[in-house]
């Protein structure tokens, strides 16, 4: 079993950046490739990106392509997001969540586990 959780979230303005952390416990997790997703009110959890076990493939959802990059430190059991230009659209929830089955997907229900969350607002 692995335990997530999410670190790194808080208010910024348009254009800045913001690095989201995900801790993991476990000495299993470099077994798991971890998915990043997002929620805003009133708005279905979305993929955002996501990592395969090594960190050799990464995926990104096309809202965030180019701005956002994921990463991972397998010896530090914590995978990054590392959020850049933001835009006020990116405000939301941010989630990170391991899948022991794909190599990397973007289907929410492809994952095990999930952390808690950390927000992220952007403002204008």
């Known amino acids: 079993q692995v335990q997530l959780e999410e670190s790194g979230g808080g208010l910024v303005q348009a254009g800045g950046s913001l690095r989201l952390s995900c801790a993991a416990s476990g000495r299993t997790f470099s077994s798991y490739a971890v998915g990043w997703f997002r929620q805003a009110p009133g708005k279905e959890r979305e993929f955002v990106a996501v990592?395969?076990?090594?960190?050799?493939?990464?995926y990104y959802a096309d809202s965030v392509k180019g701005r956002f990059t994921v990463s991972r430190v397998n010896a530090k059991n914590t995978v990054y997001l590392q959020m850049n230009s933001l835009e006020v659209e990116d405000t939301a929830v941010y989630y990170c969540?391991?899948?022991?089955?794909?190599?990397?997907?973007?289907?929410?229900?492809?994952?095990?586990?999930w952390g808690q969350g950390t927000q992220v607002t952007v403002s204008s």
């Open positions: 990592i395969s076990r090594s960190g050799g493939t990464t």
């Open positions: 969540a391991a899948d022991s089955t794909y190599a990397y997907s973007s289907r929410r229900n492809d994952y095990d586990y």
